[in-house]
């Protein structure tokens, strides 16, 4: 069972585009993250949110908890070539828990 | 960027021999995981490991062992592998296992079962 189904599945675009990644659940999580993976590497942590509602920017990439901590989004900013890469949300259920990783999204970013 | 070495970085091998694949980490973190990486399924959690000698199943553990004699090895073994094993294996390391903590992964392994 997939508890974190992310969205799209695939996305291509234009570089200057700007961009949404979903993070959905019907499971409450205590904490999320997103990792980015570049291909022939391992995931890479990009943020960790805690609170329902936070949002926490990363230069052209804004993440935001759902109020319910049940999802999450990553919105990317005049997308450029180095954006390019597979993006994972992940999610604690508790302290001590094993993370849950998502589907991912796979972003390529046409110059 | 984490110490953390996966040996081999690629494995070609056929249905029913014994893999053993290997983690090692310079960071002295407690917790090493084992996961594995297929299209449409993100990184499933195979088994982890609390400290030396303290491992525990993961969500897909069916078909693996693990063991960590030492703080900076993990190794992951797959017994008789089978075709619906061939993936990408991730190893990572994690100093705690709060909720905010990092997880820091190797740069993994492809292994292809014939």
Redesign the interface.
């Known amino acids: 069972t ?1 508890l ?1 189904e ?1 969205s799209p ?1 695939f996305l291509s675009i234009q570089e200057g585009e700007n961009l949404t990644v979903y993070c959905n659940s019907s499971s409450v999580f ?2 999320l993250q997103w990792y980015r993976q570049e291909p ?6 990009l943020v ?1 949110v ?1 609170t329902g509602g936070e949002v926490k920017k990363l230069k052209r990439l804004t993440f935001q908890f759902g109020d319910a901590r049940k999802d999450s989004s990553l919105h990317i900013t005049a997308a450029q070539p180095g954006d390019t890469g597979l993006y ?1 949300c ?1 999610g ?1 259920k ?6 849950t ?4 999204t796979r972003l390529a970013v046409r110059p | 960027d984490a110490g ?1 070495t996966q040996s081999p970085r690629h494995k070609v091998t056929e249905t029913g021999t014994p893999v053993t694949l290997r983690c090692h980490q310079t960071e002295n973190h407690r917790y090493m ?1 084992w ?1 594995r990486q297929d299209p ?6 195979i088994h ?1 490991s609390y400290g030396v000698k303290d491992t525990d199943k ?1 969500e897909v553990s069916d078909g693996y062992s693990v063991s960590r004699s030492k703080t900076e090895d993990f190794l992951l073994t797959l017994e008789s592998a089978t075709s619906s094993q061939t993936s990408v294996y ?1 190893c ?1 390391i994690s100093k705690l ?4 903590d ?7 392994t492809r292994l292809t079962v014939l």
Do not use: W
Request: avoid cysteine; charged fraction near 10%; proline fraction near 4%.
């Open positions: 997939q974190l992310q599945q205590s904490s022939g590497e391992g995931p890479v942590l960790t805690v994972l992940a604690l508790s302290s001590g828990d094993k993370l990783f998502g589907t991912g | 953390i995981y996961y449409g399924h993100g990184l499933r959690l982890y993961g991730f990572a296992a709060g909720l905010t990092t997880q820091y992964f190797g740069p993994g």
